[in-house]
């Protein structure tokens, strides 16, 4: 109630500070105001690409003798929100580019409940479209007819290798039954509810929605066909995605009734398919690609994972064979655009919710994320289809 009361009483001196300054513009209290304000003004929120202000994210900002307090108000409780850090990085950064501030303090506060309606309210003017997803955002789903050959490993990090080329990323978890994200990203991350709205999780400068974040760890999810289209749909139509560059989607394993959804809602997704170098593994993963061309999906590229093994002797072991990658290619006439190492610390990342790109950017495995995320920014988006988008 008192922070709300002092943040009146700030409006009514700024009203006042206005007012006087159309009579003197270079009393130096009133400019140093307007610089801090206008440096607040421009921190846009990472999650939702918005400006903290205008989201109502900021309750006052009191600078003096180069320490500015700043009172923020979030949307949700203060332990389920997951961004604070890169939150207060920009606002420190924002704040110590005026040259006038040396130290910045935070202190929060949630929002009330009319407060988040607000903050809701502006998310759902801003980005108008059905799904927040923009014509221009490119869905690119990640798929295999195979588990375990490292389809969600492989997600995490190219999501994250993209959005390190300065694209925003989204990345939603489409096995809505074997979820993996929430461990892979940040174990601890929580999307924001506010009443049938979604706010995805953010985890290494990537927002996320996956069932995991949702379901009671050990409860095994029993959504059947229906409901799991439901569910996706609910993912893209409820989840304010706030216009993304890249959507990632982590596809179940098979060919089956999420691929068949994911026609059906977004019907230009592009369809990546992750084998292994077995010739076994490239028929099964074969079969995802081929179910994804029945359904007129583009079919952009394969992705070799497990490829080989670098000892310390720097020699390269081939322990699953040699070829599945470039052979897959080559049958769907679609190009082989990376082939991961198999490394001990990119299974600890999946574990420990650090993924290696952010751990070890420099290793062989982290420079191919790279070079792969490279490939498909430089692919572009697949060509248009004529039929009707249904969530966009
Ligand atoms: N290149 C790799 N090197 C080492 N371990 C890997 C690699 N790719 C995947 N893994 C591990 O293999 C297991 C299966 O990977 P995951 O990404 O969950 O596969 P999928 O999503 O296809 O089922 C996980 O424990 C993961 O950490
Ligand atoms: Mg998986």
Same mark, same amino acid.
């Given at each position: 109630?008192?922070?709300k009361?002092?943040s009146?009483e700030n409006?009514?001196?700024?009203?006042?500070?206005?007012?006087?300054?159309?009579?003197?513009?270079? *009393?130096?209290?009133?400019?140093?105001e307007k610089i801090? +304000?206008?440096?607040?003004v421009n921190? %846009?929120?990472?999650?939702?690409?918005?400006d903290l202000?205008?989201?109502?994210m900021i309750?006052t900002?009191?600078v003096q003798?180069?320490e500015?307090?700043?009172?923020?108000?979030?949307p949700c409780?203060?332990?389920a929100?997951?961004?604070?850090k890169?939150?207060?990085?920009l606002?420190?950064?924002s704040?110590a *580019?005026?040259?006038m501030?040396s130290?910045v +303090?935070?202190?929060?506060?949630?929002? =009330?409940e009319?407060e988040k309606d607000?903050?809701?309210?502006h998310?759902e003017?801003t980005y108008k479209g059905k799904?927040q997803?923009? *014509?221009s955002?490119?869905?690119?789903a990640?798929s295999?007819g195979?588990g375990?050959?490292?389809k969600?490993?492989? =997600?995490?990090?190219?999501?994250?290798s993209?959005?390190?080329l300065?694209y925003?990323?989204?990345?939603?978890?489409?096995?809505?039954?074997?979820?993996?994200?929430?461990n892979?990203?940040?174990?601890?991350a929580?999307?924001?509810?506010i009443g049938?709205?979604?706010?995805p999780?953010?985890?290494h400068?990537?927002n996320?929605v996956?069932?995991?974040?949702?379901?009671d760890?050990?409860?095994?999810? %029993?959504w059947?066909?229906?409901m799991l289209?439901?569910?996706?749909?609910q993912f893209?139509?409820?989840?304010m995605w706030c216009?993304?560059?890249?959507?990632?989607l982590?596809m179940?394993?098979?060919?089956?009734d999420v691929a068949?959804?994911i026609?059906?809602?977004?019907?230009?997704?592009e369809?990546y398919v992750?084998t292994?170098p077995?010739?076994?593994?490239?028929?099964v993963a074969?079969?995802?690609a081929i179910?994804?061309?029945?359904?007129?999906?583009?079919l952009r590229?394969?992705?070799?994972?497990?490829?080989?093994?670098?000892?310390?002797?720097? +020699?390269?072991y081939?322990l699953f064979?040699?070829?599945g990658?470039?052979q897959?290619?080559d049958?769907?006439?679609v190009?082989l655009?990376g082939?991961?190492p198999l490394v001990?610390d990119l299974r600890?990342?999946?574990?420990?919710?650090?993924?290696?790109v952010?751990?070890?950017?420099?290793?062989?495995?982290s420079?191919?994320?790279?070079?792969?995320?490279d490939?498909?920014?430089e692919?572009?988006p697949a +060509?248009?289809?004529?039929q009707?988008l249904?969530?966009?």
């Amino acid at each position: 109630m008192s922070e709300k009361k002092e943040s009146n009483e700030n409006e009514q001196s700024e009203a006042q500070t206005e007012s006087n300054s159309q009579n003197s513009t270079t *009393d130096p209290a009133e400019l140093g105001e307007k610089i801090i +304000k206008d440096a607040i003004v421009n921190c %846009i929120d990472p999650v939702t690409n918005c400006d903290l202000v205008s989201l109502g994210m900021i309750d006052t900002v009191d600078v003096q003798m180069g320490e500015a307090q700043v009172a923020i108000l979030l949307p949700c409780s203060i332990d389920a929100y997951s961004n604070t850090k890169e939150l207060e990085q920009l606002i420190s950064s924002s704040l110590a *580019d005026t040259g006038m501030v040396s130290q910045v +303090k935070f202190k929060y506060a949630t929002m =009330t409940e009319s407060e988040k309606d607000d903050y809701i309210l502006h998310l759902e003017t801003t980005y108008k479209g059905k799904s927040q997803l923009k *014509d221009s955002t490119r869905v690119i789903a990640i798929s295999s007819g195979k588990g375990g050959v490292g389809k969600s490993s492989v =997600t995490t990090n190219l999501a994250i290798s993209i959005s390190k080329l300065g694209y925003r990323v989204g990345l939603l978890d489409a096995d809505v039954y074997g979820f993996s994200i929430p461990n892979m990203l940040g174990p601890e991350a929580e999307p924001i509810v506010i009443g049938n709205s979604v706010v995805p999780a953010r985890a290494h400068k990537i927002n996320f929605v996956s069932a995991g974040l949702f379901a009671d760890d050990d409860q095994p999810i %029993i959504w059947r066909g229906p409901m799991l289209h439901k569910a996706l749909e609910q993912f893209l139509a409820n989840v304010m995605w706030c216009e993304p560059d890249f959507l990632v989607l982590d596809m179940p394993p098979g060919t089956g009734d999420v691929a068949l959804s994911i026609a059906s809602l977004i019907p230009d997704a592009e369809f990546y398919v992750v084998t292994t170098p077995q010739k076994s593994a490239e028929s099964v993963a074969q079969r995802s690609a081929i179910a994804a061309r029945q359904l007129k999906l583009p079919l952009r590229g394969v992705i070799e994972n497990m490829s080989y093994f670098e000892g310390d002797d720097h +020699k390269r072991y081939e322990l699953f064979g040699r070829g599945g990658g470039q052979q897959l290619a080559d049958h769907l006439s679609v190009k082989l655009l990376g082939q991961v190492p198999l490394v001990p610390d990119l299974r600890a990342g999946s574990d420990n919710g650090i993924p290696i790109v952010i751990s070890d950017p420099n290793s062989n495995a982290s420079k191919e994320f790279e070079k792969i995320a490279d490939e498909i920014v430089e692919l572009g988006p697949a +060509k248009k289809r004529l039929q009707a988008l249904k969530v966009r």
